[in-house]
């Protein structure tokens, strides 16, 4: 596609791509909500302007060489579905920035909203905390925020794909945290010592073998074991609750992500005394329970 020679500037631009992008009917939920906000994105980050400042620059006019650059970036978008994170090997946890690409999913997690509150009032004290495990950590990038929310906190980020722990290896590096985050290839708990923690975090696996078979093309770019949770998104979890128990210490706890998988997990564990946590666009994606309930839950 290239860049039709009627468009001039950034705001000219932008209209093309929301336009384009509606038609070609794309699906967004990779960190933008609707075209216009990921038009925008693409178009700044292909400038190298800030990201959150553009209006002074909306009506600035492009050079041909930006103008190629920005046709190149829209054509893979709209023709080939790739996420915006995939085409610009970044993506956004809040303020915090992660390089991403094909090798892991790309960051969002309503487990992210929680972290910078330190589990409160959960946790009631972050200082206290010296140890904690993300499970699943793909690109590491709940491990990077667990390093900030309990600053005393050794944190051991396990993944199964020695792909995503390359990937999880430059964002740790990229914050300066490879004295803190120990990275460890394992599939769940499998290849894990007999170490307990005070806080074992997951946003495992979790969509089901029907919603798989209609996802959008857009997520047929990201690891299909990222994703997959088998029938009733339930196989990681299974795991998870089974295992958790020997890798926490007492009043340790446990938190994780199961998506709109409320129903499912309430049906496999009947006894089990979930905490359902709300976030600000959420009210049961994420559980907690304590050592203490998982073993009564039982």
Known sequence: ?????????????????????????????????????????LLLHALHLPLDRAEPFLDARL???????????????????????????EAWLGDFRFYVDERVIIPRSFIAELLPDGLAPYVRDPAAVRSALDLGTGSGCLAVLLAHAFASAEIDALDISSDALAVAQRNVSDYGLADRINLVRSDLFANLTEKS??????????????????????????????LAGGDDGMDAVRVILR????????????????GHN????????????????STRSSTDSVFLLTREDLIAGR
């Open 1 to 41: 596609m290239h860049a039709p020679p009627e468009l001039h500037t950034i705001r000219d631009h932008l209209r093309f791509a929301v336009s384009r992008f509606t038609q070609a009917r794309l699906s967004f939920g990779h960190g933008f909500a609707n075209a216009y906000d990921e038009a925008l994105y």
């Open 63 to 89: 050079t041909d060489g930006e103008r190629d650059e920005i046709a190149a970036l829209l054509t893979r978008r709209i023709e080939e579905h790739v996420p915006a994170a995939y085409l610009t090997h």
């Open 197 to 226: 923690y005070d806080v074992v975090i997951s946003n495992p696996p979790y969509v089901t073998t029907n919603a798989m078979d209609e996802l959008p093309r857009e997520y047929l770019h990201e690891p299909r074991l990222a």
């Open 243 to 258: 295992e958790a128990p020997r890798h926490l210490q007492p009043g340790g706890i446990l938190v994780v992500e199961v």
């Open 262 to 277: 409320r129903d499912a997990a309430e049906t496999a564990f009947p006894r089990m005394p979930f905490v359902w946590l």
